[in-house]
């Protein structure tokens, strides 16, 4: 299955502004492009790519006053197939994990393990280690919480989405990344490309969030807002939390004044 990719966005500018953005597809799966991915920024400006310590593809750049526009297409080759479902995954213990995913067991911005960790152990402390407990987090995180888009917020955190139980879909996902962590089992956000492939259609199109789990010395897709398997996800970025894979980080002030997405299946052309 081919999935064509790509966003559009505009800004107004007030003054030059440098900014860092991750709006390329992962390393991980770059050898699934069909199209070159490549960040266009309208005006000539030049740009620099590095990858961060969590091996995303960042690009930075500096742009003039005025209208800033960034876009893409490209192509995608995907399985088709859903998430993958490993009911007899097992959870690692802390002392045999990697050391590069032992990072994902701690507080950050946005999950705070330390403040929720007696409330995971009282729900979810009685069941069974490995993917039925993930999957049991899952079900309460995306049982107990609303999505609204009228309630999200850039500051709102695992406790805030906890307390408040209403949200967008980085508040399911950071809700469900700081139990896991409380309860020893690394987890990771993730940001990226999901359409409504498979699935009644929702508009408008967004990025999305999902998150990921380490079971068996493997990284394995959850998703607290939706809670099914879905086909065509394409990673972009991972890291923390929402603080680590923002797709634009401006070092001052812009407007939004456009922004589009896409990401749906390739109709073949017949001929």
């Known amino acids: 299955m081919l999935i064509r990719l790509g966003y559009d966005l505009e800004f107004d500018l007030p003054a030059p502004l440098a900014f860092v953005a991750q709006l390329r597809v992962h390393p991980s799966r770059a050898a699934d492009l069909r199209e070159a991915d490549v960040l266009h920024v309208d005006g000539g400006v030049a740009t620099h790519e590095y990858s961060d310590s969590y091996g995303n593809i960042c690009t930075r750049f500096l742009a003039p006053p005025g209208r800033l526009r960034l876009w893409n297409s490209t192509l995608i080759e995907d399985s088709g197939l859903p998430d993958p479902v490993a009911w007899d995954a097992r959870e690692i213990p802390p002392h045999e994990l990697p050391d590069d995913v032992l990072r994902f067991l701690l ?26 407990r993930v999957q049991a987090i899952c079900n309460w995180v995306n049982n107990a919480v609303r999505f609204d888009y009228n309630f999200a917020r850039p500051t709102k955190t695992a406790l805030d989405v906890f307390t408040e139980r209403v949200g967008v879909c980085r508040d399911f996902q950071h809700l469900a990344v700081t139990f896991c962590r409380c309860l020893n089992i690394p987890a990771r956000y993730v940001a990226g490309y999901l359409g409504d492939i498979g699935v009644p259609l929702r508009l408008p199109m967004d990025f999305s969030a999902w998150f990921e789990v380490y079971l068996d010395h493997k990284w394995w897709a959850f998703d607290a807002r939706n809670n099914e398997p879905r086909i065509g ?12 894979v923002a797709f634009l980080t401006s070092f001052g002030s812009s407007t939004l004044v456009k922004f589009f997405v896409v990401s749906e299946v390739e109709q073949p052309i017949s001929v």
């Open 107 to 132: 507080n950050s911005r946005y999950c705070e393990v330390d403040l929720l960790s007696p409330v995971a152990s009282e729900l979810f402390g009685g069941i069974a280690p490995g993917w039925n």
């Open 233 to 244: 996800r394409v990673l972009m970025a991972t890291g923390r939390d929402a603080a680590d």
